[in-house]
């Protein structure tokens, strides 16, 4: 149950026993080990589009525009001949990376803010808790439209605003999970030996209520994929020239009906990437939650 | 659960039936359905100065004179006949009789004196056309006469555009906090043209209804409906659905592509249409003409005229375009040289240059050659962050002076070298009237201006190109290339005639549809 969490960080061999059981369950869900194939091969690309790309993805060349796909060009070149394929292992890094930061910050921020909410209550939980009630009466990607939109069109500000969106989730996730454990007898038995609310916080909480954040992070994914991608489809995120897949599509709408190819593959880029890690969450939830886990 | 898993047959159902069937949803015979590319500014004659605006403007209202088919040479429209003073100083029109306004009042001579004290009064854009009308004299109901303080050659022709057009006085009892109904005016008509505005939806359509009371033949049409669709590829599916009759700004390389599908005509007609990109003059370090040089040597031309307008366009020699007299055909023609860009940004003194490109998808083109800039001002050391914001945003912006580089598209709206020359030069009209680089230069300036009040065109001719000369070397502007007009509508569209200085002017009221 959650005390295996708990039981990674002291004892190796209790790690190792997990991991293995991990891997016994992850081989017997193909979809899975889809997504996490998926996964690995964009973190991949992430890393290593320089050496795989075979253009500069901002290099243009007017003579060569709107090129249908070849050997030459694998996925086409665009409006002002810059080649597809490496734009779009080039996009990658913006549009899964901005992904990947967003998720990261939104999970920090959220599980901190909604622990300690839990931990301290009163008058400060109800205040953070109407605070996210806020934010969440208000559609996501509009909310993240008018703080993107505020900040000024950028990938950074992009980034920001849809972190920002997304915090709420986690607040509200690692709040509940805070009161639940808090009433757990270990919890009560520390606290009455006079720990201070940090230590619980540090060494019972955090550690406990991880595995479902953890869950929930890798689902969003690929969630804030497309909205990230939206957003610069719309042109608050990336600017030109940075290659990046939703402002590719954007720009290859207009060309759609004549040259399929340019906004097909970083369409596909999206669609293929947010599902590889929508599956590997699902799975992930399947494995870890403990109340499903003896199926 | 019954639902939901006859749902998925019955929606392939549906969607078979609309494959097999084919697309029928043809437009009625006497509605005339155009898809322009964005809202028209406002339809007001004493403001507006877009093209988009002109298609409103043109079939609401008319004028003293207009142009004869597709030639620039101006016949009667209201005006019967006319005669000038020999010293060019006053031209006395008589009025034809039977013209109406949409509300049955007779187009009379006050009307007349009117429609320009009200374009001179808001001093706009439209103004900028008659730059030497002193009055405008009642002498009858059916006489007016215009007294001038310098001869201006192409007055004639200035009477034809859309700052000409003859409104209604009574428009005046629209008129809230004394702006001569402008707000009203904005987006109604109160003119003696084939069609009024009836009904304006912004962003979304806008419905033109045939004027009863019009003196000419009744048109074809009973309904004319502009939709405004940004999207290109929408526009296209609607016109090769049949959806639209008639789409506007078609970028070539889809009008290549539309050429093969059944039904659609293109329209490519050489015009007299320049796309420039404004540098700002006033703000550093653009207002030092080495770095306005550099920047202007930055731009791979023969890469935009054979790759992004395939070759269907023609770099320029100076403001003024091949077609029009004043034209230089020895202009002096900047190439695309790094080394040249490079060594003129190290003349200047000047090195880690950010600027801004602010630009809109107005035009098609503005894009690819924002981005083929970028390329090559990044490898002379100069970022260019790119600003993409609607045609209305970066209009103001550009009237405001707020911008580094921004982007132009211009066509003259008679034929005199006036409409280049005298306007995107003259420190008077810098901003939205036309100077949009706010460009000063004192010697150009004066040729200008002595041009202006030439009328001899042998010796106009001669100053308008020595000014070149000059605007080449302190290249204010960077002189893309002019290309054809291009648009496209269904070949069941009949009647249109197409003039160079009436670009986006569509004459819907002698145009019919054959089925």
């Known amino acids: ?295 | 659960m019954k639902i939901s898993r006859r749902l998925p047959t019955a929606v392939f159902a549906a969607f078979a039936a609309f494959a097999l069937t084919g697309h029928s949803w043809a437009t009625a015979k006497d509605v005339l359905v155009i898809d322009k590319a964005e809202d028209p500014p406002t339809a007001d004659p004493g403001v507006e100065v877009s093209n988009n605006g002109y298609t409103l403007i043109f079939p609401a209202y008319e004028r003293l004179v207009k142009y004869d088919g597709a030639k620039t040479d101006v016949i009667p429209e209201i005006a019967e006949s006319w005669t000038v003073a020999p010293d060019n100083l006053s031209w006395t029109f008589k009025l034809a009789s039977g013209h109406m306004f949409d509300d049955g009042s007779p187009v009379d001579a006050a009307a007349v004196k009117y429609s320009f004290d009200r374009v001179k009064k808001l001093a706009a854009g439209p103004g900028d056309m008659f730059p030497t009308i002193k009055d405008v004299v009642v002498v009858d109901p059916q006489t007016v006469k215009f007294e001038l303080s310098a001869p201006f050659a192409p007055f004639l022709s200035a009477l034809a555009t859309s700052a000409g057009s003859i409104v209604n006085p009574k428009a005046q009892d629209h008129a809230v906090n004394g702006d001569d109904a402008r707000a009203w005016l904005a987006e109604h008509s109160a003119g003696s043209g084939a069609f009024k505005i009836a009904s304006w939806e912004r962003n979304q359509q806008i419905t033109l209804d045939p004027n009863p009371h019009y003196a000419g033949k009744a048109p074809a049409f009973k309904q004319v409906i502009f939709k405004i669709v940004r999207e290109m590829s929408s526009r296209r599916l609607q016109l090769e659905n049949g959806d639209a009759d008639l789409i506007d700004q078609v970028p070539v390389d889809q009008a290549e592509a539309m050429k093969s599908s059944a039904g659609v005509a293109i329209q490519s007609n050489p015009s007299l249409y320049v796309v420039y990109l404004y540098l700002n003059n006033k703000k550093a370090p653009l207002d030092n003409p080495k770095v306005r040089q550099a920047i202007s040597y930055a731009v791979d031309y023969k890469g935009l005229v054979d790759g992004v307008m395939q070759g269907q366009a023609e770099q320029m020699r100076g403001a003024v375009p091949d077609g029009m007299w004043g034209h230089d055909p020895q202009g002096m023609q900047y190439s695309y040289d790094l080394d040249k860009a490079k060594q003129l940004l190290a003349d200047a003194g000047v090195s880690n240059l950010h600027v801004t490109y602010t630009y809109s998808q107005a035009d098609s083109a503005w894009e690819p050659v924002g981005l083929a800039l970028q390329a090559s001002l990044a490898e002379i050391g100069v970022t260019l962050d790119m600003k993409n914001v609607a045609d209305t945003t970066k209009r103001e912006l550009v009237a405001k002076g707020d911008y580094d580089i921004s982007t132009g598209a211009w066509t003259p709206d008679f034929a005199d070298p006036f409409m280049f020359m005298n306007i995107w030069f003259d420190p008077t009209k810098m901003g939205a009237p036309g100077n949009r680089s706010f460009y000063e230069n004192p010697k150009v300036t004066d040729l200008i201006n002595k041009a202006l009040q030439t009328v001899d065109q042998k010796e106009r001719e001669k100053l308008y190109i020595d000014a070149q000369k000059i605007t080449n070397e302190d290249a204010p502007y960077v002189l893309l290339f002019q290309k054809n007009d291009i648009f496209a509508m269904r070949s069941s569209v009949k009647g249109y005639v197409y003039n160079p200085m009436l670009i986006q002017v569509y004459n819907i009221a002698d145009m019919s549809k054959s089925e």
């Not at chain 1, 607040?171 to 999970?177: D, I, P, S, T």
């Not at chain 1, 201070?196 to 479902?212: D, F, G, K, T």
Request: some cysteine; aromatic content about 8%.
């Open chain 1, 1 to 295: 149950m959650t005390m295996e969490a708990t039981g990674f960080a002291r004892h190796p061999s209790a790690a190792r026993e997990g991991l293995r059981r991990l891997w016994y369950r992850v081989k017997g869900s193909p979809l899975t080990l889809v997504g996490a194939g998926i996964a690995l091969v964009v973190l991949l690309v992430i890393v290593a589009a320089p050496i795989l790309a075979p253009y500069p993805p901002d290099r243009i060349s007017l003579s060569a525009r709107l090129a249908a796909p070849s050997l030459q060009h694998l996925f086409g070149t665009d409006e002002v001949g810059r080649d597809l394929f490496s734009r779009v292992l080039f996009g990658a890094r913006a549009s899964c990376g901005i992904a990947f930061a967003i998720v990261i910050i939104s999970t920090v921020v959220g599980s901190i803010v909604g622990c300690l909410s839990g931990v301290v209550g009163g008058v400060v939980d109800t205040a953070i808790m109407r605070l996210m009630d806020v934010f969440l009466a208000l559609p996501a990607l509009i909310l993240a439209m008018a703080l993107a939109a505020a900040l000024g069109p950028s990938l950074f500000n992009a980034m920001l605003a849809v972190a920002v969106v997304r915090v709420p989730a986690y607040v509200r996730l690692a709040r509940g999970q805070t009161l639940a454990l808090r009433n757990r007898t270990y919890v009560k038995a520390s606290r009455s030996f006079g720990a201070s609310p940090a230590y619980l916080l540090r060494w019972h909480i955090l550690p406990n209520a991880l595995s479902p954040i953890i869950v929930q992070a890798t689902l969003d994914l690929g969630g804030t994929i497309l909205t990230a991608a939206a957003l610069s489809f719309i042109g608050l995120g990336a600017q030109p020239p940075t290659s990046e897949w939703g402002s590719m599509v954007s720009s290859g709408r207009n060309y759609f009906l004549d040259q399929w190819w340019y906004i097909t593959f970083p369409g596909l880029a999206i669609l293929v990437s947010a599902m590889g890690f929508n599956l590997l969450g699902d799975g992930l939830r399947d494995m870890l939650d403990p109340r499903l886990g003896g199926r």
